[in-house]
């Protein structure tokens, strides 16, 4: 016999409370054949809920998968144009100063259109614009060319580079 917190247990006890608590396994394979229709019910909610805050995004992002490739469209026809007008020397009259050309250059690729326009201003050492960036009279020796491709969203992609009149 031994005394705990003031109970007293005997090895009959511990017997008797240990076979109460065990469920043969015969009887636990007959109550679990199925899911509740409660289960069920949950599970249907639940799903309900999550798939579309999974679906959703992924939808809206397979929408939009084109954009990188306008972007990147956009940008190399930026630069291509940029690299034609670096080839000319400053005084060239392919690279007089002038504001953007309006409408500009249409490029159609893929069959989406695509709008080149390029600006040239006179700026100082620091790529500031002189004056109104037109007149010769505020020539300091740079030239600042800006190419600006938009693409068919109307979102324009600019890129600049500076030509100098120095040997």
Same mark, same amino acid.
């Given at each position: 016999m031994s005394y705990e917190f003031g109970i007293?247990?005997?090895?009959?006890?511990? !017997?008797?409370?240990?076979?109460?608590?065990?469920?043969?396994?015969?009887?636990?394979?007959?109550?679990?054949?199925?899911?509740?229709?409660?289960?069920?019910?949950?599970?249907?909610?639940?799903?309900?809920?999550?798939?579309?805050?999974?679906?959703?995004?992924?939808?809206?992002?397979?929408?939009?998968?084109?954009?990188?490739?306008?972007?990147?469209?956009?940008? !190399?026809?930026?630069?291509?144009?940029?690299?034609?007008?670096?080839? !000319?020397?400053y005084s060239r009259a392919e690279l007089n100063t002038h504001d953007l050309d309006s409408p500009?250059?249409?490029?159609?690729?893929?069959?989406?259109?695509y709008q080149l326009q390029v600006q040239i201003y006179y700026v100082d050492s620091n790529f500031s614009v002189v004056g109104d960036g037109k007149l010769a009279t505020n020539d300091r020796g740079y030239k600042r060319i800006r190419v600006s491709a938009t693409d068919p969203d109307a979102i324009a992609y600019n890129v600049y580079s500076v030509v100098t009149n120095f040997p």
């Open positions: 007293r247990r005997t090895k009959q006890f511990k !017997y008797f409370a240990r076979k109460e608590l065990r469920t043969s396994s015969l009887e636990l394979s007959v109550r679990n054949k199925g899911f509740t229709l409660i289960e069920i019910i949950v599970l249907i909610v639940m799903a309900g809920i999550l798939i579309p805050t999974i679906v959703v995004p992924f939808a809206t992002g397979i929408r939009n998968s084109g954009k990188p490739e306008m972007v990147t469209t956009a940008m !190399y026809l930026a630069h291509q144009r940029m690299e034609e007008l670096m080839k !000319y020397d500009g250059t249409t490029i159609t690729i893929g069959g989406v259109n």
